[in-house]
């Protein structure tokens, strides 16, 4: 037992973490502490916590939060004031422009929404700029196409060569990128480019508040049901995480994403395609 500055405080004699002294399992590794401490040096899940959290007995949070001892260490350092964080599903999530995910997971909706639409208006600015610039290069995309199929053809075994191809690929990624630049369509260029900042800026900040805005969700839900008659299986249930949202969110916005791609574009090469063919 220590004393830091007039609070007691107890050493972990597992990992050397320094604990409150009315903790009876350690912050870190979940081990028992003091005599309450089993022989077998099995370390047992967190145990019964003593205590409270934002002003929330810890045992509530405890079960709210299903004994995730990750989660318990994150909201006693925000129950002391701390606010940025680091929460690397939410990161992941954020390098496929689904952050969504995870907030509907946690049955934060209201953020959920805010950063499905947030994903949809990058995503949306995305494809509009893919399609203006493909409607916007449509003549040169069919000369492109036509010089094409004229160089086979006057090879007479209508065999491509790999040169060819790559010469193809390379004129039309050079057709679409001057379409992407030139004046008609600067507009959603410069729209490009904001929305390439907007998802960088959510990539960073999402990750660093995630864990706040859960200890916030956690903390009024925790004192709401304390109002009433509060039951185990009441805060269990309030903190169960929403799979089905979170999956369902997900498998929506990838095919919507997908169809918004793809029908447009289809069109599209259609066009392009039905007027080579009719000059060939």
Not at 74 to 98: A, D, E, H
Not at 193 to 205: E, P, Y
Request: glycine letters at 10%; hydrophobic letters at 45%.
């Amino acid at each position: 037992m220590e004393n830091n500055g007039g609070e007691r405080k107890i050493i972990c004699p597992a990992c050397g973490t320094e604990n409150n002294a009315d903790y009876a399992f350690c912050l870190k590794c979940g081990r028992p502490l003091g005599a309450s401490a089993p022989s077998g040096g099995v370390p047992p899940v967190w145990g019964q916590p003593t205590g409270d959290i934002g002003g929330v007995p810890e045992r509530e949070v405890y079960d709210y939060v299903s004994g995730n001892q990750q989660v318990m260490k994150k909201f006693r350092r925000l129950s002391s004031g701390g606010t940025i964080g680091w929460n690397w599903p939410v990161f992941i999530l954020g390098l496929f422009n689904m952050q969504f995910i995870w907030f509907f997971y946690r049955r934060m909706y209201k953020l959920g929404v805010l950063f499905l639409a947030l994903s949809a208006l990058i995503a949306g600015i995305s494809i509009t700029a893919t399609v203006w610039a493909l409607e916007s290069a449509r003549g040169t995309l069919t000369q492109i196409m036509q010089r094409f199929f004229e160089s086979i053809e006057s090879n007479g075994d209508y065999v491509i060569s790999d040169q060819a191809m790559s010469r193809l690929i390379r004129q039309i990624s050079g057709a679409i990128t001057n379409a992407m630049s030139n004046g008609t369509v600067l507009w959603i260029y410069i729209a490009v480019q904001l929305s390439a900042f907007l998802r960088f800026a959510m990539l960073i900040v999402a990750p660093m508040f995630a864990d706040k805005a859960h200890y916030n969700k956690a903390m009024g839900d925790l004192r709401t049901i304390n109002r009433g008659n509060v039951t185990t299986g009441a805060v269990i249930a309030a903190g169960r995480p929403n799979t089905a949202a979170a999956v369902l969110s997900g498998v929506l916005f990838g095919i919507a994403y997908l169809m918004a791609v793809t029908i447009p574009v289809a069109v599209l090469i259609d066009g392009i395609m039905s007027g080579v063919s009719v000059m060939l």
